[in-house]
């Protein structure tokens, strides 16, 4: 659902929007979904960026993101 590549896909719990982040990582992305006539993605947004663990998890509604901050790559990120 990505037009450049996404990685770390997660369904909200109603199967409307599919949660990823972009290729790079950093960046947490939703496309929103329909479905009838056809699949078809009808919107992309860019939800927030930084630099977290992989995995996480989508509270039913899509309203919230369980996330594990990663204090590793922080520090390499500012060259320690």
Request: glycine share 12%.
């Given at each position: 659902m990505s037009?450049s590549?996404?990685i770390d896909?997660?369904?909200?719990s109603?199967?409307?929007?599919?949660?990823y982040?972009?290729?790079?990582?950093?960046t947490?992305?939703?496309?929103?979904?329909e479905?009838t006539?056809?699949?078809?993605?009808?919107?992309?947004?860019s939800?927030?960026?930084?630099?977290?663990?992989a995995?996480?998890?989508v509270?039913?509604?899509?309203?919230?993101l369980?996330?594990?901050?990663?204090?590793r790559?922080e520090?390499?990120?500012?060259g320690r």
């Amino acid at each position: 659902m990505s037009v450049s590549g996404g990685i770390d896909p997660n369904w909200s719990s109603d199967g409307t929007e599919l949660f990823y982040r972009t290729r790079a990582g950093s960046t947490f992305m939703v496309a929103r979904m329909e479905f009838t006539p056809r699949l078809d993605v009808v919107r992309r947004d860019s939800l927030f960026s930084g630099l977290y663990r992989a995995g996480y998890a989508v509270f039913p509604g899509g309203k919230e993101l369980l996330l594990v901050k990663d204090p590793r790559l922080e520090e390499s990120r500012r060259g320690r």
